[in-house]
């Protein structure tokens, strides 16, 4: 059974950084964060591939969020640095069994953490 929780986030200030959790058991998958502000569609926003070499952003996030992780402790996480008001959401953290990379979809899902910005 795969099972994902997220962790971090919480209430920055804008400019500040924020470092996300995933830990994950029942496999190695392609990991995804994704985010869903207020009233807005969810958007993937950076994913990394099984062993970690390849990852991909979304243009508004490159050079400002960087996706690592540490398949021996089960762990990706999300490096959010200069944090802007447009980046509170809440963040789930997902995973994919298949191959194409990156997944157009996922599979299994976290149940989300918040990230509050204030300016």
């Known amino acids: 059974q795969v099972r994902l929780v997220e962790s971090g986030g919480g209430l920055g200030q804008a400019g500040d950084s924020s470092k996300l959790f995933c830990g994950g058991s029942?496999?190695?998958?392609?990991v995804g964060w994704l985010r869903q502000a207020t009233g807005q569609e969810r958007e993937s926003v950076a994913a990394?591939?099984?062993?970690?070499?390849?990852?991909d952003y979304t243009d508004s996030v490159k050079g400002r969020f960087a996706i690592s992780r540490d398949n021996t402790e089960n762990m990706v996480a999300l490096q959010i640095n200069s944090l802007q008001p447009e980046d509170a959401a809440v963040y789930y953290c997902?995973?994919?069994?298949?191959?194409?990379?990156?997944?157009?979809?996922?599979?299994?899902w976290g149940q989300g953490t918040q990230v509050t910005v204030s300016s």
């Open positions: 997902s995973a994919d069994h298949r191959s194409h990379f990156p997944p157009s979809d996922y599979g299994y």
């Open positions: 029942g496999g190695t998958f392609i």
């Open positions: 990394i591939s099984r062993d970690g070499r390849n990852t």
